[in-house]
């Protein structure tokens, strides 16, 4: 399968910081990127979808000023969480597809581990 | 409304039986399912699609069988092994390429 890389796999930062997580499509151009929240023993929950140079698509309920989302190229999209609080502390997994290798298939990065203390 | 949801929670099976995993869904629009492995702390793993004209497709070792009348997609597993213990998740979509709709997961365990 294609492959996702997500980047931390775990940060624990102070409550009113704000924290980058990166994902990248290694091996394909990414047209649409879509960013998960997870929290213990539960299922995805869409948070956002992404097109490379245009302005993210939110779920109802997800604060765009509290989760800033970026796709500049075709192999990237950042999710910055904006002056975290442990209330934003989950695992946050990002997906991305493609037309060409991954045939529209959304392959999964390996998430991200947020504490907010 | 939309979801898609899963008739057992949790699943254990000995080692070298085969697995069946359900899935429900309530949207007769959606077209495209995907089932997903996810191993604890980590992201999903895609493991098969099937499109809605569909009713049967395998791969290695797995075959999703779906079922557009009474909306219901099932995984299997055949001669399950250590392995595949992970929760498994199935998805819906209007389209390949759009947006997942996730069903709440079973856990699978496989005992030695």
């Known amino acids: 399968g294609a492959v996702v890389s997500q980047h931390p796999s775990r940060v624990i930062c102070k409550s009113g910081t704000s924290v980058k997580i990166e994902c990248r499509s290694l091996d394909f151009q990414a047209t649409t990127m879509f960013w998960y929240r997870q929290f213990p023993k539960k299922s995805l929950m869409l948070m956002a979808t992404s097109n490379e140079g245009s302005k993210a698509t939110y779920e109802q309920g997800v604060e765009k000023d509290k989760f800033l989302i970026n796709h500049a190229s075709l192999t990237l999209s950042t999710l910055t969480v904006t002056s975290a609080h442990p209330e934003d502390s989950s695992f946050y997994i990002c997906?991305?597809?493609?037309?060409?290798?991954?045939?529209?298939?959304?392959?999964f990065g390996a998430g991200t581990r947020l504490s907010v203390l | 409304g939309e979801s898609v949801g899963l008739h057992l929670p949790t699943l254990s099976v000995q080692e070298g039986d085969n697995s069946i995993i359900n899935c429900a869904y309530s949207n007769s629009a959606s077209d495209y399912f995907i089932w997903y492995k996810q191993e604890s702390g980590k992201g999903p793993q895609f493991i098969i699609d099937?499109?809605?004209?569909?009713d049967k497709r395998q791969g290695q070792r797995v075959t999703v069988l779906l079922n557009k009348t009474v909306k219901h997609l099932s995984l299997q597993i055949a001669a399950t092994q250590p392995g595949d213990s992970a929760v498994y998740f199935c998805?819906?979509?209007?389209?390949?390429?759009?947006?997942?709709?996730f069903g709440q997961g079973t856990e699978l365990s496989v005992k030695p």
């Open positions: 998805a819906e979509a209007y389209n390949q390429g759009g947006k997942l709709i």
């Open positions: 997906s991305a597809s493609g037309q060409t290798r991954a045939k529209n298939i959304q392959y």
């Open positions: 099937i499109r809605s004209n569909m």
